[in-house]
């Protein structure tokens, strides 16, 4: 058996029922799944012990998930559509704080119960962001719906370490602090052609 059961990869060559789950490592963690009922289930060595999946409604659609190797950071969004403002007020008021929150995607196949066939099989890891709410234009006589996100980075998405556009001499000296190679940088600044010197 490698990375994929084999029931499950068999169930994969037919007509099958396809579970894709989300897992949220916020405190206390958020459980969800794009089906309709709750389900228990749990991560293949993520969430041994398992725990029930609430049912996040009908998938429409899965944002493209790309894994980036030495890459910028790529931005994703789940999306939870057709809310009613009260549900979406009280959803928002009781979510945990998800910024930096490690996000997790899974799939496995469902039976005839609807039940998953095995653990969640892990298939893409990103970083939780910020969470989002808009308002779709609402034809006349029906009700106002939500839509609510997640938005999710993958990849090198720090922001600690500035980009270095401007040499000072400040920068040359955080990375040596005996070169004076951009002492004289801030009179080039002002139109005075310094004398370069090397330190060593």
Same mark, same amino acid.
């Given at each position: 058996?490698?990375?994929?059961? !084999? #029931? ?15 897992? @949220? ?11 309709? #009922?709750? @389900?228990? +289930? ?8 398992g725990t029930v999946y609430l049912g996040g %409604? /009908? ?11 030495? =890459?910028?950071?790529? &931005?994703?969004?789940?999306?939870l559509s057709g809310i009613d403002p009260a549900?979406?007020a009280k959803t928002i008021d009781s979510l945990?704080?998800?910024?930096? +929150? #490690?996000?997790?995607? =899974? @799939? ?17 890891? %990103?970083? +939780? ?27 090198? +998405? ?5 980009? /270095?556009?401007?040499?000072? &001499? ?7 602090? &005996? !070169? ?9 600044? /002002? %139109? ?9």
């Amino acid at each position: 058996m490698g990375w994929v059961p !084999d #029931n499950v990869i068999e169930e994969l060559r037919g007509s099958h029922q396809l579970g894709i789950f989300l897992r @949220i490592a916020t405190d206390p963690a958020l459980h969800m799944w794009f089906g309709i #009922n709750d @389900i228990p +289930a749990n991560f293949d060595s993520i969430d041994p012990d398992g725990t029930v999946y609430l049912g996040g %409604g /009908r998938l429409v659609g899965v944002p493209t998930l790309e894994v980036l190797v030495n =890459g910028t950071a790529d &931005s994703v969004e789940f999306t939870l559509s057709g809310i009613d403002p009260a549900t979406a007020a009280k959803t928002i008021d009781s979510l945990p704080v998800v910024r930096g +929150a #490690n996000v997790q995607m =899974g @799939i496995t196949t469902l039976d005839q119960y609807f039940q998953p066939m095995s653990d969640i099989i892990p298939i893409w890891t %990103g970083t +939780a962001s910020h969470v989002g709410e808009q308002s779709p234009a609402t034809p006349s006589g029906q009700s106002v719906t939500l839509t609510l996100s997640l938005a999710v980075v993958a990849g090198e +998405a720090t922001r600690s370490r500035p980009a /270095r556009t401007l040499w000072s &001499s400040a920068h040359q000296k955080a990375i040596s602090s &005996s !070169d004076k190679f951009c002492d004289e940088t801030a009179r080039l600044a /002002r %139109g005075v052609q310094p004398t370069w010197t090397l330190g060593y």
